[in-house]
């Protein structure tokens, strides 16, 4: 395999494995919602907040990813999207109610940014290849999606931890995804 395609394979690898976490602080909540409103005493909206946040985040900050990278290279705004998704979802295994709550909204930022960063990023990185790449990504968001809300009760009972805790293990394929996006986005 030449050097080039081997670039291209872990791009493409990177690419994936960002989004397999764009939506996994959103899908992971619903499944320990009655856990999480016995643990923290938290009613119907509040809980429902915790779904609600992540979207309108996207919605607020979507823009300001665009803004950023007027200053930034977009792979340096993507990176930090990245690690605000890895350190929400960390946040939420911390403290109450309140960290839940702001862990959630950071992993909504993040979200929001790398977001509207990855098709840019595919137009200029495969511009003969939007299409298939942004089948793959899409491919992948979705299924981490999958991942998530399937896996998050299953988790929290094999570790034995709260259901905050249970959250917070998402952070892990975010933190493996910021890794690996930072190796591969350094030799673009």
Same mark, same amino acid.
């Given at each position: ?47 429902? %907040? /915790?779904? =609600? ?6 919605? !607020?900050?979507? @823009? #300001?990813?665009? +803004? ?71 491919? %992948? /968001?979705? =299924? ?6 399937? !896996?998050?009760? @299953? #988790?929290?009972? +094999? ?30």
């Amino acid at each position: 395999m030449s050097d080039q395609r081997a670039r291209d394979l872990g791009w493409l690898v990177a690419i994936a494995l960002v989004a397999l976490n764009l939506r996994a602080a959103i899908t992971s909540v619903p499944p320990m919602a009655v856990d999480l409103g016995a643990d923290l005493g938290l009613g119907a909206v509040a809980i429902g %907040a /915790l779904t =609600t946040i992540p979207v309108a985040c996207m919605g !607020l900050f979507a @823009p #300001v990813a665009a +803004w950023f990278t007027r200053w930034l290279r977009p792979s340096t705004v993507l990176t930090a999207g990245i690690g605000l998704i890895a350190a929400g979802a960390s946040v939420r295994a911390v403290g109450g109610a309140a960290q839940l709550y702001v862990g959630t909204a950071l992993a909504g930022i993040g979200i929001a940014v790398v977001g509207t960063l990855l098709p840019g990023l595919v137009r200029n990185r495969a511009p003969d290849r939007v299409g298939p790449v942004t089948g793959i990504y899409t491919a %992948a /968001l979705i =299924t981490g999606a999958f991942i998530a809300s399937s !896996l998050a009760e @299953p #988790v929290r009972i +094999w570790l034995d931890i709260s259901a905050q805790a249970a959250l917070a293990v998402w952070a892990v394929p975010a933190v493996v995804a910021l890794v690996v996006w930072s190796m591969v986005s350094r030799t673009d």
